[in-house]
């Protein structure tokens, strides 16, 4: 099974901000790798797919980089409604995996 | 509009059967990988199973081998998870998704006595 190490957990953070979440996983995956967005009560929304394509309706701000076992999620200037968890999950090895979760907080 | 729709979810005993049901609309449903995705209250998210286009191949998490059961019918756009001998630990929200970029709003599952 790949694990996904997430880096940070939590993430105190105030607006404007340059945010960068890390997702590391055990062993090779290519580029595929998707990252998640989660508000309270909500369900996840895909933010960015295969590592680093972007997603039609997802703002620009948030941009995704990385292959192999090293990925990487940019939150440039940071908004309040970007508080949430994110989350990585593989797609390239079964069973899926996902990372255990990075909480944003805005300041 | 495209969407997915999950029920069935329901406060149940240990050991006890539970089906999950997935509606979707918008989009050619028999063109996509469907998957079963759960949330334990608080928790992260685990991947349960996923089913190919035409239902010939599924995949699931070793902790529900040969307790879930994940299905589809084409015809009707549905997705289904036959959950037996249900545990405390099955206790989730439980998404169905399209593939990686679709997801239902979940439908609560809670296994206790």
């Known amino acids: 099974e790949i694990v996904l190490t997430q880096s940070p957990d939590f993430q105190s953070v105030t607006p404007k901000e340059k945010v960068t979440i890390t997702c590391r996983a055990s062993?090779?995956?290519?580029?595929?790798l998707h990252w998640y967005q989660q508000k309270p009560g909500q369900s996840p929304k895909l933010l960015i797919k295969y590592s680093s394509q972007s997603i039609s309706g997802v703002p620009s701000r948030f941009s995704g980089s990385g292959s192999g076992t090293d990925f990487t999620l940019t939150i440039n200037s940071l908004e309040a409604e970007d508080a949430a968890a994110y989350f990585c999950?593989?797609?390239?090895?079964?069973?899926?995996?996902f990372g255990q979760g990075t909480k944003l907080e805005i300041k | 509009e495209v969407q997915l729709v999950e029920s069935g979810g329901d406060l149940v005993q240990p050991g006890g059967s539970l089906r999950l049901s997935c509606a979707a609309s918008?989009?050619?449903?028999?063109?996509?990988?469907m998957t079963w995705v759960r949330q334990a209250p608080g928790k992260g998210l685990e991947w349960v199973a996923t089913i190919k286009e035409d239902g010939g191949e599924k995949y699931y998490v070793d902790s529900v081998k040969g307790r879930f059961t994940i299905s589809r019918d084409n015809a009707k756009n549905s997705l289904y998870l036959q959950m037996n001998s249900l545990r405390a630990e099955d206790t989730a929200i439980y998404y169905c998704?399209?593939?990686?970029?679709?997801w239902g709003r979940g439908t609560l599952v809670t296994v206790t006595s």
């Open positions: 999950h593989q797609t390239g090895s079964l069973p899926r995996t």
């Open positions: 918008g989009f050619t449903f028999s063109s996509f990988y």
């Open positions: 998704a399209r593939h990686i970029d679709l």
């Open positions: 062993q090779s995956i290519g580029s595929s």
